[in-house]
T-cell receptor, first 113, second 111 residues
Framework: DGGITQSPKYLFRKEGQNVTLSCEQN?????MYWYRQDPGQGLRLIYY???????QKGDIAEGYSVSREKKESFPLTVTSAQKNPTAFYLC????????????FGQGTRLTVV | AQSVTQPDIHITVSEGASLELRCNYS??????LFWYVQSPGQGLQLLLK??????LVQGIKGFEAEFKRSQSSFNLRKPSVHWSDAAEYFC?????????FGAGTILRVKS
């Protein structure tokens, strides 16, 4: 089945530790995105990538990092510099070019204690 | 600045009643617009999209939306709500190869 897979579904980390969230897609999409979701704030764009080996900061990139070494994969690292990392993180992909729908993964809920 | 506004945080409707969820956008040109639905703890599923042409678009699960340029709106409608429609609904706008989302509207359905 084609789709976009995020793992793990739940993640717990101690404060001050870096953590990496996985996102893999087999839709052959060029573009991939990371969003953060907090109650009442909708989805806010963290980083996006239109092509392999290239990515751009979104609206709330501080404290996060990404890589795009393969078309299928777009991992997100939440660093210790992120002041409030506890949130629901959603990865998406699309054909790119704007007028196509984005397909979303099931999300990863990160809790920092 | 480009933005999407969903004025209603929560809406409660009775099962079988009609539904309208509001969405307003701010953009200098005709945008690409989307409605997504999210069940608790899940990803987002596309309900419908507007790119151009007919301003009334049909989507899945019996939903439709109407693009009104004069009002900068893209409201989502359903003639008869089912209990399974209870979820959070997001309006989104594409520009610059990015999707910008509204804050979402939580729909509650009472029997």
């Amino acid at each position: 089945d084609g789709g976009i897979t995020q793992s793990p579904k739940y993640l717990f980390r101690k404060e001050g530790q870096n953590v990496t969230l996985s996102c893999e897609q087999n839709l052959n999409h060029d573009a991939m995105y990371w969003y953060r979701q907090d109650p009442g704030q909708g989805l806010r764009l963290i980083y996006y990538s239109q092509i392999v080996n290239d990515f751009q900061k979104g609206d709330i990139a501080e404290g996060y990092s990404v890589s795009r070494e393969k078309k299928e994969s777009f991992p997100l690292t939440v660093t210790s510099a992120q002041k409030n990392p506890t949130a629901f993180y959603l990865c998406a992909s699309s054909d790119g070019g704007g007028n196509t729908e984005a397909f979303f993964g099931q999300g990863t809920r990160l809790t920092v204690v | 600045a480009q933005s999407v506004t969903q004025p209603d945080i929560h809406i409660t409707v009775s099962e079988g009643a009609s539904l309208e969820l509001r969405c307003n956008y701010s953009y200098g040109a005709t945008p690409y617009l989307f409605w997504y639905v999210q069940s608790p703890g899940q990803g987002l599923q596309l309900l419908l999209k507007y790119f151009s042409g007919d301003t009334l678009v049909q989507g899945i699960k019996g939903f439709e939306a109407e693009f009104k340029r004069s009002q900068s709106s893209f409201n989502l409608r359903k003639p008869s709500v089912h209990w399974s429609d209870a979820a959070e609904y997001f309006c989104a706008m594409e520009y610059g190869n990015k999707l910008v989302f509204g804050a979402g509207t939580i729909l509650r359905v009472k029997s």
